[in-house]
């Protein structure tokens, strides 16, 4: 971050005591606390709807999350002299959870459960997108996998990551093929999809991106940061990227991820709506996209070892995975009826 942004913190009613550099933004010690101004890249419909979400985080009292501070004039962003916007939010010094720590990730999904229950907006209030959909994403998903299968199929001369990848390739295709349009189908016939806001008084919101990264634990408990992917959708979406992130450390041990569900039905039921959409989750081989994703639209001139560590993880945990589905979602069968 460029050292000259500092100067914009004279815009705001605050009195900074020292600053020190943090990862790509600028921490600050001031009368008000500690805060961190960051860059800013969305629009300014993105972050009043953002600012919206965390005061009825503040306001449900549940949980600490960090707040927008507004410049003197009352704007959520402000601009360098180059036209680039930064934001001043709340901060807490701290650590990210330890996801080794079982105890912490019980924790952390309690916290999950928690701000569901905060992450509510009037269906009316201005600036809401359109409703996530799921079958958008993983039809684009399906297509993005046919075009890297189609391509590795073209190549000449390939590594040794690019034949174990291909060599792989028909099993996740079908499988995300099937997946995807099994849970199209079953969602279709109920209309789980068709998301119609103007009938509902409030619109539910995800975080986005729930994960260690963004669950800071500092001396006097817990804080969330990073709400900029907060979007409308099932808030089962931020269960299902911190339990897959948890369950690819594990192994996909079936003892952890039925005292993470439990732990987050203790705070917040799961319907069994809800319930089945978290196994279609889970279930699209999502992991193999990123991989395949990330490859195809990487250079090529070197492929970075790590890729094959990712690849090689995947494919021996498969076996793991599949027990675990058929284990946590017996009753999966039974409520699609």
Known sequence: MNDRAVELLEQYEIEV??????????ICDTNQGCLILKEYTGTGERIELQNRLLREIATGGLLRAEQIIPSREGALTVKDNDGISYVLKTWLDGREFNLYDKSECLEAVRLLAKLHGCMKLPSDTPGIPAPFSPRKEYEKHNRELKRVRRYLQQKGQKTWFEISLLNTFDYFLEQAIDISGEWAEYCDSRGYWQQESDLRETISFCHGDYQYHNIIRGSDGWFLINFEKCLP???????????????EKSNWSVALGNSLMEAYETVRPIDAMSRIDLYYRLAYPEKFWKIANFYYNSGKAWIPGKNQEKLEKLISQEKEKQHFLDEMFRDVAHLRK
């Open 17 to 26: 005591l020292r600053t020190r550099k943090g990862r790509g933004a600028i």
């Open 233 to 247: 959708d099932n808030p089962i979406r931020d269960l299902y990227l911190l339990l897959r992130k948890l369950l």
